[in-house]
């Protein structure tokens, strides 16, 4: 009988290994989950780096940008765009104005005096943002430098290395 109760006792540190590394898995889940989920959802998601829309949206922010029509587009309503036709630069900006029958938008930034100097062609439309989170952009962006995926795995390599040692420990008792 004693032999039986040595076997159902866990050793702290199997347990404790154990349960490190699944923390540290389901807090990486838990940070990445924001980020990426909401593509199944039909938003894309992007990092605020200017402070063209504050106060409303500040720099650092992550937008939840959905698809939509531009021709539905308001007065007052949030969208982004390309900057250019072969930019990768996305701008978040205010509609102030949208000339359907030209296929445009005139916007502007919240934190800016005049309207953008150029207008938006439909061509250069993503979507309406329909959410913000503030901070979480920093996050995003960190997340996805060279140096975050280097830590994300490093994240998930030490929570591997954790269960094998928690492993080891209860093939040894």
Do not use: W
Not at 108 to 120: L, P, R, W, Y
Not at 133 to 149: D, E, M
């Amino acid at each position: 009988m004693s032999r039986k109760k040595k076997k159902d006792k866990k050793s702290p540190v199997s347990a404790v290994c154990s349960a490190l590394g699944t923390v540290l898995l389901i807090g990486l889940v838990l940070v990445c989950l924001p980020i990426t989920a909401t593509r199944l959802f039909g938003y894309d998601a992007y990092s605020v780096v200017s402070g063209s829309m504050e106060p409303a949206i500040p720099t650092g922010s992550l937008v939840y940008v959905q698809e939509a029509a531009p021709e539905d587009m308001k007065e007052d309503d949030v969208i982004a765009f390309y900057g250019a036709k072969d930019s990768n630069a996305i701008i978040t900006h205010r509609v102030v104005e949208n000339k359907v029958v030209m296929g445009e938008f005139v916007t502007k930034g919240d934190a800016n005096k005049t309207e953008d100097m150029n207008t938006v062609p439909y061509s250069n439309f993503i979507g309406k943002v329909v959410y913000t989170i503030p901070v979480l952009g920093r996050i995003a962006q960190a997340l996805t430098s060279t140096i975050g995926k280097i830590i994300a795995g490093g994240v998930i390599a030490a929570a591997l290395f954790l269960e094998v040692i928690a492993s080891v420990i209860r093939r040894r008792e």
